[in-house]
């Protein structure tokens, strides 16, 4: 059986969501000693998609928690808030757990509830810095999503990519809002894909739905899901996989790409290019799609087993 979907941001805390920026640009000393206004200044020198990724690894754990906390009592700091809403997103999917909606308990969805809206507050804020602002509207898409607010998410989704029209995260939570998983459909969230122009995140997204029109059976044996999902989207499979591939570095979107390409490599017999890609990625795995399959990806004996195990065939 396939595992229940555990929460999205339910990474462990020894897994480093920076994909090597933390250790690059060695915050991971300034976060500990809380040299916020240090830490600010270097998020104000990288990339759109490294300030992701530097959020990523600092909030998206319980590493830095002790750290964090003491930010709520004077969030005025552009950055601080930026972090801090952050954080209180990771804190809102890790109350609610992985379960399914019939299965969330009252005081989950309570817990759920409540750091959704101070995450909102902080996230929906003004942000003089642009580069700030596109990274708090694209998370806040993950807000108003949880808080089943479509339209919202959407004026946040605009928002972000009127900054950065690249902008990883934002076009990668519209994909969660619009799957069968949360508020949207099979044809919604292909009539989302097909609306993007970007020819990297147009791949990507669909390496993504592959695999989330597999992932979405998981009362079925994997045996019954693969007969059922092989001829449904054969057509499908066969153009994406004959594009080139990404080239593989610590870009989001090319870390989500090849992952979910590896996944898909494993579900049509390729073992070789499978462990090739697996391999190529240098242990940059994101919790998903891994999470999906009961694969800790954040272990390197479970990756390793997943390695060694034989490919799937139609």
């Not at 003491?70 to 972090?83: G, I, W």
């Not at 009362?219 to 080239?247: D, G, I, K, T």
């Not at 994101?286 to 999906?292: G, H, I, L, N």
Request: glycine share 6%; charged share 20%.
């Amino acid at each position: 059986m396939f595992s229940r979907i555990r929460a999205l941001f339910g990474a462990p805390a020894a897994r480093d969501l920076s994909f090597g920026l933390l250790e690059a640009r060695q915050l991971t000393p300034l976060v500990k000693q809380e040299k916020w206004g240090q830490i600010g200044q270097i998020a104000l020198s990288v990339t759109s998609d490294e300030l992701s990724r530097l959020l990523d690894g600092i909030c998206l754990t319980e590493q830095f928690n002790k750290q964090i906390l003491p930010l709520a009592k004077d969030p005025e700091p552009e950055f601080a808030r930026l972090v801090l809403g952050a954080w209180y997103l990771y804190q809102a999917w890790q109350a609610r757990s992985g379960l399914l909606a019939k299965d969330v308990s009252k005081s989950q969805m309570e817990g759920f509830e409540h750091y959704l809206l101070l995450a909102r507050g902080l996230l929906g804020g003004p942000f003089a810095t642009p580069a700030f602002l596109c990274e708090a509207r694209a998370r806040l898409v993950r807000v108003e999503m949880g808080l089943n607010e479509p339209d919202h998410a959407m004026t946040a989704f605009h928002q972000s990519i009127a900054v950065d029209a690249r902008k990883f995260w934002a076009y990668h939570h519209v994909f969660k809002l619009a799957s069968p998983k949360w508020l949207g459909s099979e044809e919604e969230l292909v009539g989302y894909i097909q609306s993007v122009e970007d020819d990297a995140l147009h791949h990507t997204l669909w390496l993504m739905f592959l695999v989330e029109m597999y992932s979405d059976a998981d009362l079925e044996n994997e045996s019954s899901a693969l007969q059922r999902w092989y001829p449904a989207y054969r057509e499908l499979l066969e153009e994406v996989l004959a594009q080139p591939q990404l080239p593989l570095n610590n870009t989001l979107v090319s870390i989500y790409a090849n992952n979910n390409l590896a996944y898909l490599y494993h579900l049509v017999g390729e073992r070789e290019k499978r462990n090739a890609t697996l391999t190529a990625l240098n242990g940059y795995f994101p919790p998903y799609p891994w999470d999906y399959f009961g694969i800790d990806a954040g272990s390197t004996v479970a990756m390793k087993a997943f390695q060694l195990a034989p490919a799937r065939r139609p």
